[in-house]
């Protein structure tokens, strides 16, 4: 008996189950057994035929979209590991919350102004050698009170690791042991002492910072504090910028002793005031430049006199004009400016936030637009609504604009919004798309996505088709082989020699070398 070797592959959907052996030589017996095997195999085999048929991963996989109207991730509260806690940790945690409140920011914001507004007092009659009035006295002492207050609270429901959390802490600290050491020395130091000192009581004014906190969560005072914020953030740039600037401004007034001092010391200057001594060192060779250059003061006293009567000078004049003016001030601007720009970039906490308020303000806006779309008041909104309403709202005009959307792009969107396809959207499937794409160039790569996402999708049930017609003929195969082998050899001999193939099987081999069986071409 010849061995005849399934063509179909391995493994591939339900087998069919092996026929047995059958005594009787008719074919129309073969195939009714074969019939009658497929019959019985589980619903769903791919032998009723290939529409029935459905791979696992076919059934299993997920129709990918692209969801336009997604929100990023935020942090939730219940996000936060449970666990038991005590009755101490329960009032901890109430009284941190209680502290760093809006409400007592603002408080102690309100106290710092007040407290700023006593200190300018007492520094005004301390400066008319006046005593300070006692009302703003008291008014100081009780800030400082409440200021020590609130660096109690703080440490005894954070404990004392707050205070390396913040130097702003460290700042506090430091100002209220500064008050209290100005009460102890006003009460047993002679009064003098205390008059010298009087600069401990103004470094309360330097609570002020405090406020940048403030400043951050009020919208309308955003700009101080982005201005107050740069100076922070700038401080290190600026000093070495001075130093920069002080070192070019050395280098002048070093040419000015040497060349310009011996002109000053001739008789032609005699009557000017301050010109003999003006550059008879380096440090006030450097005020004269900082006066005459940088302030711009004082310009034609001993510059333009010079000049006139030695025209040579007129380089270290014009030069250090042109270097200090035009060129150090000016790169001490753009390097400002640029350690500004990406203090910025690496504050993304700020920046997320500033981004978030300026989403939300947006949304208010479009959910007003949306409310004018919608004309029947049902609140959702079909592409026949939304084309007559960019037709008619300025506002909706001029969005599609800026985004470089058209009428066809825009039925695009409406599909990419619609995912369910119910042939309306509702007000936030049409705020989020709008109101995150306006700000970025993100409205062609999401139309390029969302083309691709559907190309992908058509290939992926094309080639989960194809496999599965591809099974389905592989086992069709099998199928006739098994009826092949039942024609040419129902009654196995066991005598024979099992290498001699059979008449019937000699010639359908020979057929079968003599035909040619081209492969299917695959389109790409």
Known sequence: MATVHSLGPKKVGPQLRPLSASPSSDSDDIVAETTRSRTESPTGSPIHSPASYVSESARNRRASTVNVHADFIKARKDDAPRRTHSQKEKFQKMGVDVMKSSCISNAMAAVVLLDAYCTCADIDARAAGLSPPAEFVILSDICLGLYTLELLLLAFLQGLSFFREDWLILLDLFIVACGYVEIILDAVGPGHLVGNLGVLRALRFVRIIRLMRLLRRIRALRELHKLVTMMATCLKALLW????????????????????????????????????????????????????????????????????????????????????????????????????????????????????????????????????????????????????????????????????????????????????????????????????????????????????????????????????????????????????????????????????????????????????????????
């Open 241 to 524: 910028s001075f130093v920069f600037c002080f070192g070019i401004m050395t280098v002048w007034a070093m040419l000015l002793v040497e060349i310009v001092h011996p002109i000053l010391q001739q008789a032609a200057f005699e009557q000017c005031e301050g010109c003999k001594t003006a550059v008879e060192s380096v440090m006030k060779a450097n005020l004269l430049l900082f006066k005459t250059v940088i302030a711009g003061d004082s310009w034609g006293d001993i510059a333009v006199p010079v000049i006139l009567d030695h025209p040579h000078t007129a380089f270290i004049f014009v030069g250090s004009l042109l270097t200090l003016v035009f060129g150090v001030l000016n790169l001490i601007v753009a390097v400002v400016v640029d350690t500004f720009a990406e203090a910025r970039e690496q504050d993304v906490l700020n920046l997320a936030e500033e981004m978030d308020q300026n989403v939300e303000d947006d949304r208010r806006n479009l959910i007003k637009l949306f409310n004018r779309i919608d004309t029947d008041g049902s609140g959702r909104l079909t592409l026949e609504e939304l084309i007559e309403g960019a037709r008619r709202d300025p506002e909706l005009q001029s969005r599609l604009r800026v985004m470089d959307i058209d009428e066809m792009d825009l039925q695009q969107l409406f599909e990419m919004i619609d995912v369910q396809k119910e042939g309306s959207i509702e007000a936030q499937e049409f705020i989020a798309p709008l109101s995150r794409w306006v700000h970025d160039s993100k409205t062609a790569p999401r139309f390029i996505k969302y083309n691709m996402v559907r190309t992908m999708q058509s290939q992926e049930e094309l080639y989960d088709l194809s496999r599965d017609y591809f099974d389905f003929l592989a086992l069709r195969v099998d199928g006739m082989l098994e009826a092949i082998q039942k024609l040419t050899d129902p009654c196995p001999r066991p005598q024979e020699d099992p290498e001699k193939p059979t008449p019937k099987l000699d010639e359908m081999m020979a057929t079968h070398e003599t035909e040619t069986i081209e492969a299917p071409k695959a389109s790409l």
